[in-house]
């Protein structure tokens, strides 16, 4: 009970907000923090003999009017060593100051003309913080905002999809709160840290950190619009739609009382009127096969709102509590590509989360932090059709949605312990992060059955509709399909499936962690990090993931201007949620999950075998392990440049994928099988491995007054044989030929830049750039040809004049009756390029310098997409279909909207 109390509560490390003044010379701001980047209050900063300053509550401190020029800046508090400070004003960034707790004087020197970067024993490749400027370059809009994110953090060499964005220090992934809220943001931050389970590789990590309460009353107000006519049509769209965007909010905070705690409220809505657009092949009136696009409006309604309260219980404890609300409607999800507009559903979905936090600094060595999270998930979806749902391989998917009319509720308590102890040359961390997740879920996926048209074999017509005796053919899912409808022969589905019985999926997921991690400062520039994390949950039960890390850091000289590091790691992964639903959803008892090869179109079970599939647990399933190691290294460069060089080796075993395990002998659905009569059972086992290899090469350039930029490159070599998804299977159970091939979507090359202009008439210009090169993508045949219950079968080489061949950018190919092991994810997508601007100018429209409220008004164009890069996210991977080879689907086009915000 002692520790459920103490986890009641927790600490947090509170951002700076960056303010402007007018005067002859330019603000110094900065945080003064200790070496475990625990805040510290009541620090009292010198200025070149001037008046004192002092930190404020969350560690944060300003000088309004700094002249052009160096400086000396001393800090000092009680309890740590006092530091002095030499700068070059104006200073490219804010200051990061470290106290020690030493009885010893510190002197660092951060000109602008040789300014040291920030490092640790355990940063290695693209970390980086984003603040200021940086931050208010970004997109405002949530779903804009969150895939650039997610493309800066691949850069770590990770899936985009896999990011993990977690907020205010707590581990469990979640939405973003408002942007206005945001102070900064920290991207793969010590991945190779025992606090961390991500590996470099598992698709990055993202914290956000929101901005504390402020000491007087400081509000904003603000409105994005962007309409149809500053928006490109977007890419396959033979029109262009009614696209809008509306965005409008505030936000406020100040003091509850005269001192010791503040609050922050936020609220926002957003209209995203949006379009899907349908590319599609499909079937005239006459059966006459016809491109079939058009767009499909996809509107978004969107409320999210923040409260937060930070109450200073003592001179040595601070109380933190927040809540989050994001609640929003979206229309028509689903449809777009090759599914049509009857496909789409209507989506509700809520999150409400409600957060405590406590520090407490038992001594200038020994700080506790505890932090809980209660977080109540939602979401109704409704499909806008309940039909059988019509799958016609490479062509379109028709129908009702397979989702059905599904609801989903979730409890999630994250519960977060942890100490720091702090000596002279060590900073020792341990700690408990537990995770509860409680699951009540009505899921009706394919309770409305789905018919599959993979086309094959079939007999030649003749001009009449009747079979020629003797003579066949290979036809297309959508030849079949025309047959099926006419009543022709060859029309008959490739297969009928359905799933049966209750929707009720109800469980319980417990997951923790226990971490220790001590960084060693050794002396003469070495430092040593190393730790060890222990993971154990049940469903399925876990309890052997032992990972141990250590990371060496050297700096050769004085200053810094060289650091070498190298990181060794192991990494557990862990089974979700999803894993544990889809498990329980095909038990085969509650729901039984039924497959009819051949069945008759329109009456699927008359005179059929139907074969049934269950999924489980290999009952000595271990965990994914990952083993990594990095060397690299910066140097800073004069006039401001800082190059960082890094390279990666990575080996994964244990890795979990799903087989068949009662697979047909005879590859014949109702055949012979080693137990069960038409049965499949997929078993989810640890026998998967992959392996990779990353080169990251970056360069930043933050000392110039006018330009200030970054850019860099990363070069992912990472294969597998699961496809990094525990229910991938081979395309046969019984070799692992031509599985070990790279990710679906993981780029083979990540580019990104981002800069920030001043220019004439306070006119300021940022951007950010991505691009992604190298992304695969499967080619099937459409069907199952070895009866296993998984329609992924690749096809295989064949030479020309072969029956069904089709020729290919990999030679000659056919669905079946050929030579060889086809490559898993043979397919390359295009190169993708986002560029992201924004455009803004702030009016000041006090001229006081000294005003407490001073009231800035600010403008801002920004674009996504900006170059309308026709960025592909799609191409027919169906061999001989329509679509065969042919790009269909890509994300949106150009983008623009105007913003007006003011702040007072």
Same mark, same amino acid.
């Given at each position: 009970?002692?520790?459920?109390?103490?986890?009641?509560?927790?600490?947090?490390?509170?951002?700076?907000?960056?303010?402007?003044?007018?005067?002859?010379?330019?603000? *110094?701001?900065?945080?003064?923090?200790?070496?475990?980047?625990?805040?510290?209050?009541?620090?009292?900063?010198?200025?070149?003999?001037?008046?004192?300053?002092?930190?404020?509550?969350?560690?944060?401190?300003?000088?309004?009017?700094?002249?052009?020029?160096?400086?000396?800046?001393?800090?000092?508090?009680?309890?740590?060593?006092?530091?002095?400070?030499?700068?070059?004003?104006?200073?490219?960034?804010?200051?990061?100051?470290?106290?020690?707790?030493?009885?010893?004087?510190?002197?660092?020197?951060?000109?602008?003309?040789? #300014?040291?970067?920030?490092?640790?024993?355990?940063?290695?490749?693209?970390?980086?913080?984003? !603040?200021?400027?940086?931050?208010?370059?970004?997109?405002? $809009?949530? +779903?804009?905002?969150?895939?650039?994110?997610?493309?800066?953090?691949?850069?770590?060499?990770? !899936?985009?999809?896999?990011?993990?964005?977690?907020? +205010?220090?707590?581990?469990?992934?979640?939405?973003?709160?408002?942007?206005?809220?945001?102070?900064?943001?920290?991207?793969?931050?010590?991945?190779?840290?025992?606090?961390?389970?991500?590996?470099?590789?598992?698709?990055?990590?993202?914290?956000?950190?929101?901005?504390?309460?402020?000491?007087?009353?400081?509000?904003?107000?603000?409105?994005?619009?962007?309409?149809?006519?500053?928006?490109?049509?977007?890419?396959?769209?033979?029109?262009?739609?009614?696209?809008?965007?509306?965005?409008?909010?505030?936000?406020?905070?100040?003091?509850?009382?005269?001192?010791?705690?503040?609050?922050? *409220?936020?609220?926002?809505?957003?209209?995203? #009127?949006?379009?899907?657009?349908?590319?599609?092949?499909?079937?005239?009136?006459?059966?006459?096969?016809?491109?079939?696009?058009?767009?499909?409006?996809?509107?978004?309604?969107?409320?999210?709102?923040?409260?937060?309260?930070?109450?200073? /219980?003592?001179?040595?404890?601070? %109380?933190?509590?927040?809540?989050?609300?994001?609640?929003?409607?979206?229309?028509?999800?689903?449809?777009?590509?090759?599914?049509?507009?009857?496909?789409?559903?209507?989506?509700?979905?809520?999150?409400?989360?409600?957060?405590?936090?406590?520090?407490?600094?038992?001594?200038?060595?020994?700080?506790?932090?505890?932090?809980?999270?209660?977080?109540?998930?939602?979401?109704?979806?409704?499909?806008?059709?309940?039909?059988?749902?019509?799958?016609?391989?490479?062509?379109?998917?028709?129908?009702?949605?397979? /989702?059905?009319?599904?609801?989903?509720?979730?409890?999630?308590?994250?519960?977060?312990? @942890?100490?720091?102890?702090?000596?002279?040359?060590?900073?020792? =961390?341990?700690?408990?992060?537990?995770?509860?997740?409680?699951?009540?879920?009505?899921?009706?996926?394919?309770?409305?059955?789905?018919?599959?048209?993979?086309?094959?074999?079939?007999?030649?017509?003749?001009?009449?509709?009747?079979?020629?005796?003797?003579?066949?053919?290979?036809?297309?899912?959508?030849?079949?399909?025309?047959?099926?409808?006419?009543?022709?022969?060859?029309?008959?589905?490739?297969?009928?499936?359905?799933?049966?019985?209750?929707?009720?999926?109800?469980?319980?997921?417990?997951?923790?962690?226990?971490?220790?991690?001590?960084?060693?400062?050794?002396?003469?520039?070495?430092?040593?990090?190393?730790?060890?994390?222990?993971?154990?949950?049940?469903?399925?039960?876990?309890?052997?993931?032992?990972?141990?890390?250590?990371?060496?850091?050297?700096?050769?000289?004085?200053?810094?201007?060289?650091?070498?590091?190298?990181?060794?790691?192991?990494?557990?992964?862990?089974?979700? =949620?999803? @894993?544990?639903?889809?498990?329980?959803?095909?038990?085969?008892?509650?729901?039984?999950?039924?497959?009819?090869?051949?069945?008759?179109?329109?009456?699927?079970?008359?005179?059929? &075998?139907?074969?049934?599939?269950?999924?489980?647990?290999?009952?000595?399933?271990?965990?994914?392990?990952?083993?990594?190691?990095?060397?690299?290294?910066?140097?800073?460069?004069?006039?401001?440049?800082?190059?960082?060089?890094?390279?990666?080796?990575?080996?994964?075993?244990?890795?979990?994928?799903?087989?068949?395990?009662?697979?047909?002998?005879?590859?014949?659905?109702?055949?012979?099988?080693?137990?069960?009569?038409?049965?499949?059972?997929?078993?989810?086992?640890?026998?998967?491995?992959?392996?990779?290899?990353?080169?990251?090469?970056?360069? +930043?350039?933050?000392?110039?007054?006018?330009?200030?930029?970054?850019?860099?490159?990363?070069?992912?070599?990472?294969? +597998?044989? &699961?496809?990094?998804?525990? %229910?991938?299977?081979?395309?046969?159970?019984?070799?692992?030929?031509?599985?070990?091939?790279?990710?679906?979507?993981?780029?083979?090359?990540?580019?990104?830049?981002?800069?920030?202009?001043? *220019?004439?008439?306070?006119?300021? *210009? !940022?951007?950010?750039?991505?691009?992604?090169?190298?992304?695969?993508?499967?080619?099937?045949?459409?069907?199952?040809?070895?009866? $296993?219950?998984?329609?992924?079968?690749?096809?295989?080489?064949?030479?020309?004049?072969?029956?069904?061949?089709?020729?290919?950018?990999?030679?000659?190919?056919?669905?079946?009756?050929?030579?060889?092991?086809?490559?898993?994810?043979?397919?390359?997508?295009?190169?993708? /390029?986002?560029?992201?601007?924004?455009?803004?100018?702030?009016?000041?429209?006090?001229?006081?310098?000294?005003?407490?409220?001073?009231?800035?008004?600010?403008?801002?164009?920004?674009?996504?997409?900006?170059?309308?890069?026709?960025?592909?996210?799609?191409?027919?991977?169906?061999?001989?279909?329509?679509?065969?080879?042919?790009?269909?689907?890509?994300?949106?086009?150009?983008?623009?909207?105007?913003?007006?915000?003011?702040?007072?």
């Amino acid at each position: 009970m002692k520790f459920l109390a103490a986890a009641a509560f927790a600490a947090l490390a509170l951002p700076h907000v960056l303010a402007q003044t007018a005067c002859t010379g330019t603000p *110094l701001t900065g945080v003064v923090h200790d070496s475990t980047q625990a805040i510290i209050p009541g620090a009292l900063l010198t200025l070149d003999s001037g008046p004192a300053a002092t930190s404020s509550s969350d560690g944060h401190f300003r000088f309004a009017c700094v002249p052009e020029g160096s400086h000396r800046l001393v800090v000092a508090a009680p309890g740590f060593a006092t530091q002095t400070v030499t700068l070059r004003s104006p200073h490219p960034a804010s200051l990061d100051l470290l106290l020690k707790v030493e009885e010893v004087e510190t002197n660092v020197d951060v000109s602008g003309d040789d #300014d040291t970067p920030a490092t640790s024993t355990t940063s290695s490749g693209p970390t980086q913080t984003i !603040s200021g400027d940086r931050l208010h370059a970004l997109a405002d $809009d949530p +779903d804009d905002l969150t895939r650039q994110l997610q493309q800066l953090a691949a850069a770590a060499g990770g !899936s985009p999809a896999n990011t993990v964005i977690a907020v +205010d220090g707590f581990q469990d992934g979640s939405k973003l709160p408002p942007k206005s809220t945001i102070a900064y943001i920290k991207v793969n931050p010590d991945l190779f840290s025992a606090e961390y389970r991500e590996p470099p590789f598992g698709g990055g990590r993202v914290e956000v950190y929101t901005k504390p309460g402020q000491s007087a009353y400081h509000g904003a107000l603000f409105a994005t619009n962007g309409s149809p006519w500053m928006n490109a049509r977007d890419p396959f769209s033979t029109s262009k739609a009614s696209l809008g965007k509306q965005r409008y909010g505030f936000e406020l905070t100040g003091p509850i009382r005269q001192k010791g705690s503040d609050f922050v *409220l936020a609220l926002e809505h957003r209209s995203i #009127d949006n379009f899907a657009v349908v590319n599609a092949v499909t079937l005239d009136s006459t059966g006459s096969p016809v491109r079939t696009v058009g767009n499909v409006a996809t509107p978004q309604r969107l409320w999210i709102g923040s409260a937060k309260v930070d109450w200073q /219980l003592g001179p040595k404890n601070t %109380f933190i509590a927040s809540y989050n609300a994001n609640v929003n409607h979206l229309q028509n999800l689903g449809a777009g590509g090759t599914s049509l507009a009857e496909v789409g559903y209507d989506s509700q979905q809520s999150e409400h989360m409600l957060r405590f936090s406590n520090i407490t600094t038992a001594s200038v060595h020994l700080m506790h932090e505890a932090r809980v999270s209660l977080r109540w998930n939602g979401e109704n979806d409704t499909p806008a059709s309940n039909a059988v749902a019509v799958q016609v391989a490479g062509a379109f998917t028709g129908g009702g949605n397979t /989702l059905g009319p599904q609801h989903r509720r979730e409890l999630n308590m994250e519960i977060l312990d @942890d100490a720091i102890l702090t000596t002279k040359n060590h900073t020792l =961390k341990m700690g408990t992060q537990l995770m509860i997740y409680r699951e009540r879920q009505r899921l009706t996926t394919n309770f409305n059955g789905t018919y599959t048209f993979g086309g094959g074999s079939a007999p030649v017509l003749s001009a009449g509709g009747s079979a020629v005796p003797g003579q066949t053919t290979t036809i297309t899912g959508l030849e079949q399909y025309r047959r099926a409808l006419l009543g022709l022969p060859g029309g008959t589905p490739t297969a009928y499936s359905n799933v049966a019985g209750s929707p009720v999926v109800n469980f319980t997921l417990v997951q923790d962690a226990l971490f220790i991690q001590d960084d060693w400062n050794v002396g003469h520039g070495v430092h040593i990090a190393s730790g060890v994390r222990y993971y154990l949950q049940n469903n399925p039960d876990t309890f052997s993931s032992i990972t141990p890390r250590i990371g060496i850091l050297w700096s050769p000289n004085a200053k810094g201007t060289w650091t070498l590091h190298g990181h060794f790691g192991m990494f557990a992964g862990r089974f979700n =949620k999803g @894993d544990q639903s889809e498990v329980q959803r095909m038990n085969g008892i509650d729901r039984i999950t039924s497959t009819i090869y051949s069945p008759v179109y329109g009456n699927p079970f008359s005179g059929a &075998t139907p074969i049934h599939s269950i999924r489980s647990y290999n009952p000595h399933l271990s965990n994914l392990t990952w083993a990594a190691e990095n060397i690299g290294g910066t140097r800073t460069l004069p006039h401001g440049w800082n190059l960082s060089i890094d390279y990666f080796l990575a080996r994964i075993w244990n890795y979990t994928r799903s087989l068949n395990i009662n697979s047909p002998l005879n590859n014949q659905p109702t055949g012979p099988r080693p137990g069960p009569a038409n049965l499949n059972i997929f078993e989810m086992q640890a026998s998967g491995q992959g392996r990779a290899n990353v080169v990251f090469i970056g360069v +930043d350039q933050h000392s110039y007054k006018k330009v200030q930029f970054s850019f860099g490159g990363v070069r992912v070599n990472l294969v +597998d044989d &699961t496809d990094d998804n525990e %229910f991938s299977s081979p395309q046969s159970s019984r070799t692992n030929a031509g599985e070990l091939a790279r990710r679906t979507g993981q780029p083979l090359w990540n580019v990104f830049a981002n800069g920030t202009l001043k *220019l004439p008439e306070k006119l300021e *210009l !940022s951007s950010t750039f991505n691009g992604h090169g190298g992304s695969h993508y499967n080619v099937t045949t459409g069907f199952d040809n070895n009866g $296993d219950g998984n329609f992924n079968d690749r096809p295989q080489y064949a030479t020309a004049g072969t029956p069904g061949a089709v020729s290919t950018q990999w030679g000659w190919l056919v669905a079946s009756g050929g030579t060889g092991a086809f490559q898993r994810n043979a397919g390359t997508l295009p190169w993708t /390029l986002y560029l992201d601007t924004n455009l803004q100018r702030a009016f000041k429209l006090t001229h006081n310098a000294k005003a407490e409220h001073p009231q800035t008004l600010t403008l801002n164009v920004r674009s996504a997409n900006m170059i309308n890069h026709r960025n592909v996210t799609s191409v027919g991977g169906v061999l001989g279909s329509p679509l065969f080879g042919v790009p269909y689907a890509a994300d949106n086009g150009r983008r623009v909207e105007a913003g007006l915000r003011y702040a007072f």
